[in-house]
C-alpha cells in the first residue's frame, strides 16, 4: 500500500467520546486508482501515482467498440512515495482502510485564500498607539528600513501582501474514525483548505513523543 490517499475536506462536524465533545474535519478519502509505479531502475526513485475524482467520459462510438479498455481519467493525480518492501500493481485501489482509529496523519492543502491583507492581519502586528493624537495610524506596519546604511528596504520584511492560497501541511493530526464502506475519514481538529477543496493524507513521519 501507498503511504498517504487523496480526499476531498467536506467540512466540520462533533463527535462525542471519552466525556466530551471533539472537534472533527470529515473528509471523503478515496477510493484511489494507481495509474502508474515508478521504479528506481527506470525513473530513479519509487512512487505511485493516484488518480482521484473520477471524471465521466462519453461512451465509444461504433468504430471505438471492441478496442482495449483504457484507464477512466481523473480530476487529481498525485505520487506518494514508496518503500522497497511495498508491493502495488497498477490499477489497483487504495481507500480509508490505510487508516485506522489512533493513527497519526499529516494533512497538505491549499489554505484559504484572502486576497490583499495589512500587517495586523497577516502577521498579527500589534499596531500603532491609540493615543496621543494618533488618529489614522492605528494598524499601520511602522519603520520598515533604516537610515543611510543599508538606505534600502531589506528582503523578506513582514509587510501587506497577498494571504492565503499556499500549500500548508499540518503535522500529526489524530485520525478519530475511518470508514471505508462510506470512503469517510473523520481527523481531529482543523485541517487546511476550504470545503471540496483537495487535501493529501500521509502516515506521519515525524512522530511527537
Known amino acids: 500500500m501507498t503511504e498517504g490517499i487523496l480526499g476531498k475536506k467536506l467540512g466540520m462536524t462533533q463527535v462525542f467520546g471519552e466525556g466530551r465533545t471533539n472537534a472533527v474535519t470529515a473528509i471523503e478519502a478515496g477510493p484511489c486508482t494507481v495509474l502508474q509505479v515508478k521504479t528506481e531502475e527506470k525513473d530513479g526513485y519509487r512512487a505511485a501515482k493516484l488518480g482521484f475524482g473520477e471524471i465521466a467520459t462519453k461512451k465509444p462510438g461504433k ?57 495586523v492581519k497577516r502577521y498579527h502586528f500589534r499596531g500603532g498607539p491609540k493615543t496621543h493624537g494618533q488618529s489614522d495610524r492605528w494598524r499601520a506596519p511602522g519603520s520598515v528600513g533604516s537610515n543611510t546604511s543599508p538606505g534600502r528596504v531589506l528582503k523578506g520584511l513582514r509587510m501587506a501582501g497577498h494571504m492565503g492560497d499556499q500549500r500548508v501541511t499540518v503535522s500529526n493530526i489524530e485520525v478519530v474514525s475511518a470508514d471505508p464502506a462510506r470512503n469517510l475519514l473523520l481527523l481531529k481538529g482543523a485541517v487546511p483548505g476550504m470545503t471540496n477543496g483537495l487535501v493529501m493524507i500521509r502516515k506521519s513521519r515525524r512522530v511527537k513523543k
Open 63 to 119: 468504430k471505438g467498440r471492441g478496442k482495449k479498455e483504457v484507464m477512466p481519467k481523473f480530476k487529481y493525480l498525485r505520487e506518494f512515495h514508496l518503500d522497497v518492501d511495498q508491493k502495488i500493481e497498477p490499477g489497483q485501489k487504495i481507500d480509508v482502510s490505510l487508516f485506522k482509529a489512533g493513527d497519526l496523519v499529516d494533512v497538505t492543502g491549499i489554505s484559504r485564500g484572502k486576497g490583499f491583507a495589512g500587517g
